[in-house]
């Protein structure tokens, strides 16, 4: 399934006890609808945590506030909080990242970049064909 969505923080790697290491990240869709029968627009956000198993070098370039495209599976987690209440949490297992530059980026100048995108999907074989 492929998402779009905003980082909320810089993306944190993690080593886990059997020293393998993964890429830990949240993006936020922001969605807006207007209810009905209302005159007002209601604006609402999804989170969704991501892992990225593949590749801890991709975490360099995984900052707060840029556009990402992945590639993945969506689960959900359910659990209870402590006034045990129902909760669930949306997870993507993550296979390929694509990173939209962010308007905010400036160059040494002080001028706008231009808008590029960086592809981050790590080979799947060496295929000799």
């Not at 593949?54 to 370039?61: D, F, N």
């Not at 390929?96 to 970049?113: F, L």
Request: positive net charge; proline residues 3%.
């Amino acid at each position: 399934m492929d998402v779009v969505g905003r980082l909320v923080g810089d993306a944190k790697v993690q080593t886990l006890k059997d020293n393998r290491q993964v890429v830990n990240f949240t993006v936020a869709i922001n969605d807006y609808y207007k209810p009905k029968g209302s005159s007002e627009g209601k604006q609402v956000a999804l989170y969704i945590q991501c892992g990225y198993w593949i590749s801890t070098t991709v975490a360099q370039r995984l900052k707060k506030g840029h556009i990402v495209e992945l590639n993945g599976r969506l689960y959900v987690s359910a659990y209870k909080d402590m006034q045990n209440e129902a909760r669930g949490t949306l997870h993507c297992h993550v296979n390929s990242i694509k990173v939209h530059s962010s308007g905010a980026i400036h160059s040494s100048e002080g001028k706008p970049k231009e808008q590029t995108a960086v592809s981050l999907q790590e080979p799947l074989d060496d295929l000799p064909f």
